[in-house]
C-alpha cells in the first residue's frame, strides 16, 4: 500500500494525528491542549493582549514564488501575529491556529506549515495551545491568534498620546521586505546577499518583540508596528488629533542594498515588521540605548508637529504622499 | 455621489469605520479594544479557555440557500465557537473576528453580518473585542476565537474520564441541523413549521451555554459538544480506551416532525449544536434535574460498556456505523 499524500487521502483523523506532534501537550502553563478536546484551557494572566491575523493565497503569499517553502509559511503566520503582540510590548503566552486548506494539497506541505508554526511559536515561549482544520476550494486561508500578558494595564505600548514635538523612531531597517516582493513578483530568484535579505524579509521577518518590551521598560508609551508601511502607521499615531509630523527622508534607515532614491519603499506597502514609538527626546535616548543592549537599532526620522497631515522632507523638497499604506480591498 | 456599494468601492478605512459601531468600545472589562490598536487588552481570569473555528463558503454555507442571510450567518459563527466554550462548561467573555472577503461584496451585506456577530457576542455576555479583515479571490472564509473562563482548573467537561456502566445523555434534540440542510441544500423552501424549524437550526443554532454550566454545576466531568455528529463524539469519549458504547436509537430525542425511522440524522453528519455527557446515573439524575430549571432537556441514550466500538441498539438489531461524522477534506 503506497503511503497517503494529499489531505483528502489521509482524511482528517489521519491529519491530526500527523500534525499531533506540532501541537503542545499540556504543561504547567497549558492544561488542556485543545486536539483533544473542544477548546484550551490555560492559567490566565492578570492583563490579556490579544490579536489576530489572516493570511490568504494570491493576496498574501503566492506558492509559485521563486523558494517559497510551506514551514517559512507557517513561521511568517506566527511572525505576523507576534508583531501584533510586540507592537503593544506584550510578552506571547498562546496560539490558536485555524487553517483552511485543499483536499489536493500533499500532506507533506501540511507537515512543513504546522512545523514553521510551532517553531516560530516555541522560538518567543508561545504554545500552539489549539486550533482547527476546514476544507476549502479556493485559496489557502491561515489564521493564527495570538494571547499575550502585560505586567500591567498602564505600561503598554498604544497609538494615541503622541504630543507636538516629540520624536518619532523606528527600529531595525525599513524597506527590504518591499524589495523582497518585488523580487518575488518579477519571478526572479534573488542574486546578491541583499537580494536574498531583502527576499528574506518579506518570506520570513522577525517580529520584534524583545524590541516591544525594551520599549515599554524605557518608559516609551506611544507606538506600534509598521506592517502597514511607515506612513500609515504615523498617521494613525496623530489621528483623531490636530496633531500632524515631519519625516525626514533621508534620516530613515533604508535596509542594506537599496539606494536613497527608493526611499518609498520604506513608506508606503513596506510590510516590514519593525517598530515605530515616539516621544520626548530624552525619553527617546533612553529607549536607544537600551535597544542597544539587545542590537536592535532605534533611528529618529521625524517629529510631531502642530501642522495636520505627514509630510516628507527630502532634502530642500517637502512631500506628500497622495496614497499610504496597503488597501485589502482594490 | 452615489453611495458606495462593495467593500474594494469603500475601502478598508470605510469599511472599518462602518463597522466600527458593531465592535466594542473599551469598558471595565475590555481596556483596549483592538481596532484602533495592534490588538485587544483586557483584564484576564485565572482559569482560560479558548478555541477557534471556521467557516467556508461553499463548505459550510452558500449565499445560495433559499433564506440566506448574513447577519444570520455572523450569528452562526459566533454559535460555533461559544458551542466549543460550552461544551468545557466554560463562560464567554472576549471575541476576535478575522473575515477574509471579497472586494466584489456588497457593504450592506458585510455590515448585517458583523451585526450578527455583535448580537450573539452580546446575548452571551461577550465583547466583540478586534480582529482582522482581509481581501480574499476566493471563498468567503470567516474565523472566530473565542475566550471565556472557568470558575476552577477541577470544575469542567473533558472529553475522557468515562467508566464502565455510566450513562450517557445528550441535551435537546437530534437531528434537525442535519434535515434542515438537506433541505436548503434541495433548494426547497421551508413549508411547514418542523421544516423552518429544521432550517433554523442548521442556518441560526443555539450554543449550549447555560447548560454546559449547569452539567459542570451538578458535578459532571466527561462531556462536550456534539457539533461532528453524535455518533463521531461518542467515539471520542472511548477514544485511546478498551471501553465502548451503547446507544438505545429509540431513546434518542429526535426532532420534531422527523420519523423514528430518520435517526441516522440525529448520528451522523448531525451539526446538532448539543452537549453529550457521560457520567453515574445516580449523578446524571442530579443534572436532570438542574437542566429542568433552565428548560433544557437532558435525555439519556445509552451506556458506556467494556465492549469495544459503537453499537446502536435498534429494536431487536444491534447496527454499527461504517463513518461517522463529517470529513473535511473528502
Not at 497549558?30 to 490579544?50: K, Q
Not at 503566552?93 to 494539497?105: D, E, P
Request: hydrophobic residues 45%.
Amino acid at each position: 500500500m503506497r503511503r497517503p499524500r494529499t489531505l483528502a487521502e489521509l482524511g482528517e483523523r489521519g491529519i491530526l494525528r500527523s500534525i499531533s506532534r506540532y501541537l503542545d501537550a499540556p504543561s504547567a502553563g497549558l492544561l488542556v491542549a485543545a486536539p483533544g478536546d473542544d477548546a484550551a484551557v490555560w492559567r490566565g494572566d492578570s492583563i490579556v493582549v490579544a490579536t489576530t491575523d489572516t493570511m490568504v493565497e494570491e493576496i498574501d503569499f503566492r506558492l509559485e514564488w521563486p523558494g517559497f517553502d510551506f514551514r517559512k509559511l507557517g513561521r511568517r503566520l506566527m511572525a505576523i501575529n507576534l508583531s501584533d503582540l510586540a507592537a503593544m510590548g506584550a510578552e506571547p503566552r498562546h496560539a490558536l491556529v485555524s487553517l483552511s486548506l485543499r483536499g489536493t494539497l500533499p500532506v507533506a506541505d501540511v507537515g512543513r506549515l504546522y512545523r514553521g508554526i510551532a517553531e516560530q511559536a516555541h522560538r518567543y515561549r508561545c504554545t500552539v495551545a489549539g486550533g482547527d482544520l476546514s476544507g476549502t476550494l479556493g485559496p489557502l486561508t491561515l489564521t493564527a491568534t495570538l494571547v499575550g500578558r502585560l505586567g500591567s494595564a498602564r505600561a503598554m505600548l498604544r497609538r494615541a498620546g503622541a504630543r507636538p514635538g516629540w520624536v518619532i523612531a523606528v527600529t531595525g531597517r525599513l524597506g527590504a521586505a518591499a524589495a523582497g516582493l518585488r523580487l518575488l513578483e518579477s519571478g526572479a530568484r534573488p542574486a546578491s546577499r541583499d537580494e536574498q535579505a531583502w527576499v528574506a524579509a518579506q518570506l520570513d521577518p522577525t517580529p520584534r518583540i524583545a524590541a516591544g518590551r525594551a520599549l515599554v521598560e524605557s518608559g516609551i508609551r506611544v507606538g506600534g508596528d509598521i506592517s502597514d508601511g511607515l506612513s500609515r502607521e504615523v498617521e494613525r499615531l496623530v489621528e483623531g488629533t490636530r496633531l500632524g509630523a515631519i519625516i525626514d527622508v533621508e534620516r530613515l534607515p533604508l535596509a542594506r542594498g537599496l539606494h536613497s532614491k527608493q526611499w518609498l519603499l520604506a513608506v508606503t506597502d513596506s510590510e516590514d515588521f519593525e517598530l515605530i514609538c515616539a516621544a520626548p527626546r530624552a525619553r527617546m535616548r533612553i529607549a536607544q540605548r537600551a535597544l542597544e543592549r539587545i542590537k536592535v537599532p532605534l533611528t529618529v526620522v521625524g517629529t510631531i508637529d502642530e501642522r495636520s497631515g505627514i509630510r516628507f522632507r527630502n532634502g530642500p523638497r517637502m512631500e506628500r504622499l497622495n496614497k499610504a499604506g496597503y488597501e485589502h480591498f482594490r
